[in-house]
């Protein structure tokens, strides 16, 4: 069955950077886009990014520029996000979600299975 | 950007009630929208695509409409495992955005 794992998670002090990664099991990893989502703890959702299949393409939010950066290693069906200069805003539960194609142009992504989370907290 | 906006963003049900949760986008998205369950301390759950086609695995009890601006999901014969925050998110146009939830709890 398909299973999303976050890890990397954890309080962490204002400024400093986080590398979070999402292990996909029990699929062709490499076939599918992948999302990354985050929630601070008690508040709705965020859509933080989308990265195709190969990672050359990714689109994120907007305010997020220059402070996140994406990858994937198809190899270890694994899927990056690192966040700089991390500030108190960027508390959250980040979730790795499947993305699954609609063919058109632009592409579009949907998505259809969730990791359960890993909690950042930053925090002096 | 499109902002979703759900409504209402709570309500009290009783065991077997019918209900619907209404999300209005601020311009047109096609039928490039989702809903999404989330129990609590739990990660979502994909409940539909395409604003009606159900995911694989998700009773029929769960339906989906609308297009354009206005989208609506349904429950029907709710069930003590049915309470939760529901939400909706657009496809259509970056960046991707969700609606502020649904909170349904019992009544």
């Known amino acids: 069955q398909v299973q999303l794992v976050e890890s990397g998670g954890g309080m962490v002090q204002p400024g400093k950077s986080l590398r979070l990664s999402c292990v996909g099991s029990g699929f062709s990893f490499s076939d599918y886009p992948m999302h990354w989502v985050r929630q601070v703890p008690g508040k709705g959702l965020e859509w933080v990014a989308v990265?195709?299949?190969?990672?050359?393409?990714?689109y994120d939010a907007d305010p997020l520029k220059g402070r996140f950066t994406f990858s994937r290693d198809n190899s270890k069906n694994t899927l990056f996000l690192e966040i700089h200069s991390l500030g108190v805003e960027d508390t959250a539960i980040y979730y790795c979600?499947?993305?699954?194609?609609?063919?058109?142009?632009?592409?579009?992504?949907?998505?259809?299975?969730w990791g359960q989370g890993t909690l950042v907290t930053v925090s002096s | 950007d499109i902002q979703l906006t759900q409504s209402p963003s709570s309500l009290s049900a009783s065991v077997g009630d019918r209900l619907t949760i209404t999300c209005r986008a601020s311009?047109?998205?096609?039928?490039?929208l989702a809903w999404f369950q989330q129990k609590p301390g739990k990660a979502p759950k994909s409940l539909i695509y395409g604003a009606s086609t159900l995911q694989s695995g998700v009773p029929s009890k769960f339906s989906g409409g609308g297009s354009k601006t206005e989208f609506t999901l349904t429950i029907s014969n709710l069930q003590p495992e049915d309470f939760a925050t529901y939400y909706c998110h657009q496809y259509y146009s970056y960046p991707y955005t969700f609606g502020q939830g649904t909170k349904v709890d019992i009544k």
């Open positions: 990265l195709a299949y190969d990672g050359r393409n990714r």
């Open positions: 311009q047109d998205i096609r039928s490039f």
């Open positions: 979600a499947r993305g699954r194609v609609v063919v058109g142009v632009p592409a579009r992504y949907y998505i259809d299975y």
